[in-house]
DNA sequence: TCTAAGTTAGACCATTTGGTCCAACTTAAC
DNA sequence: GTTAAGTTGGACCAAATGGTCTAACTTAGA
C-alpha cells in the first residue's frame, strides 16, 4: 500500500546483546564523566560564561562536536555539573548528632569542612560563583534540601544548648561561621596567600588554621 | 611653501577659558561615574565576562559609543571599577591602634566590616568574584598595600597578645575570620536567606548577627 | 554669527562562540 | 562480509558582542 512502511517493515531489526549495552553504558559513562570533570574545573576557573565550549572539549581532549553529542546544550553541561557538585556539597552535613559531646562534634565539623575546603578548590569556588550570582540554578534545589538539613543541625545544637553543655548562642550564626571562615580559605586562597604566604596545601598551616579556627569559634561556647 | 603648514598656521587657535575647562571636566566626571556606578551593578551582577557593553550602557543611561568615548575598552572600564573597588575597600582597615581596648578595637572593626557588607554588597561581591579568579587585575596592586596593612594590624594584636590582654592566638587567623564571617552575610546572601530567611537588611536580623560573631569570634580570646 | 573643539548616536565590521549538518568511521548483530 | 546503530569530527551557520567610522549635534571662543 504504502513504501514507506513496506521499506520499513523490510528493514532488518539489530537487538543488541545485554553485554555490548553494558559495554557501551560503562563507556559512556567514562566520556561523560571526563567531559564533567574538565567543565568543572573550567567553569570554576572562568565562570559560566567565561568558559566556552571550546576550551570545555580542548580540556576534555574531545571535539567540541563530540562534546555536544554527550551534552546538546552549554547549559545543560553546566547544570549537570551543578547538580553533581550540589551531591558532594551537601555531604558533610550530615555528620554530628545530639549524643555526641559538642566539642568533640563541632570541632570534627570544622576539620571536615576544612579538608574538603583543601581537597575540593574547584567545588568551593563554583559553588560560591553560584551564590554569588544569585544561585539561578541552584537555589531552586538547593533551598529545600539545605533548610531541612541545617533545620536539623539547629535542633541538635539547641538541645545541647538546653542541655546545658554550651553556652547560649543563635544556633545559624554558629553554623555560618564555620561555613565562612572553612570555605575562606579556599575561596580567598590568593588574598590569604598575599597575606600570610602560605595555603592549605601546607600541613602545617592546615593544622595551624584548624587549632585557631577550632580556638576562635568553640572556646567561646564553653558553658 | 608647504600648504599643509600654511593652512595649519592660518587655522584660528581657540583657547578655552579657565571657567568653561572646568565646567567640562565637572561634566565629564559626572558622566564617568554614572557608568562606573552603573557598571560595578553590572559586573557585580553578571561578571566580566557575563555583563555585556549593551548592558552597561543601557544601565547608565547612555549610547554604547558614548560609554566606549569614556573608556575606550570594557577592560579598561572594569580596571577602572575594580581601582575604585579597591579603594573603597582598604578604608575599614586603618581602624584600631595599639592604645585602645582590644576587646572594644576588634568589636568596632567587626561592626564597621558588617555595617560595610550590608551598605556594599556589590563592591562585596565584585570583589569576591575578582579574589575567586585569582585577582588577575587586582592582585598586583591589592598584594603589597594589604600585605602591609595586615602586618601592621598584626603588630597590634600581637602587642596585645604580649600584654596578656588576649589570650594567644595567630593573629591572621582572627583577621581571616572577621573577614571571612562578615563578608559571608553579603556574598552568601541567597544563601543566608534560603537558610534563616533573614538578610542584614532586616535590622533585627544585623543586630543579632553582630552580637553573635561578638560572641563567637571574640569572647574566646578573653585571658 | 561663524566655526573649531568636544560630544553623541546609528550604521557597520570582525571576531567569538553556541550550536547544526553531514559525511566518515567504528562496533557488533546478522 | 554486510550493514544498522552508535560515535566522531570538520565545515558551516547565526547570533551576540567588542569595537570603529562617520556624520550630526552642541558648546563656546572669535
Known sequence: MNDKTATAAERPKRTP??????RRQRNQEIK????LDAALRTF???????????QIAQEADVS?????????????????????LLRVWLLPLSSFSEEQDPFEALGDYLRIKLEFSRDNPEESRLF??????????????LQQ??????QAKVAVIQSWIDQGKLKPIEPYHLIFSIWA??????????QIEAVA???LDDPGFFDETLSNLKTLLLESLRP
Open 44 to 54: 570554576s576557573h572562568y565562570g559560566l560564561h567565561g568558559a566556552s565550549l571550546d
Open 64 to 84: 567540541k562536536t563530540n562534546l555536544l553529542y554527550y551534552f546538546s546544550t552549554k547549559e545543560e553541561l553546566y547544570v549537570q555539573v551543578m547538580q553533581e
Open 128 to 141: 560560591c560563583m553560584e551564590i554569588l550570582q544569585g544561585a539561578p540554578l541552584l537555589l531552586a534545589e
Open 197 to 199: 604566604g602560605r595555603t
Open 181 to 190: 571562615t572553612t570555605q575562606h580559605y579556599a575561596d580567598f586562597r590568593v
Open 17 to 22: 546483546t545485554a553485554a555490548s549495552i553494558k
Open 32 to 35: 561523560r564523566a571526563a567531559i
Open 145 to 150: 534540601p539545605l533548610h531541612d538539613r541545617v
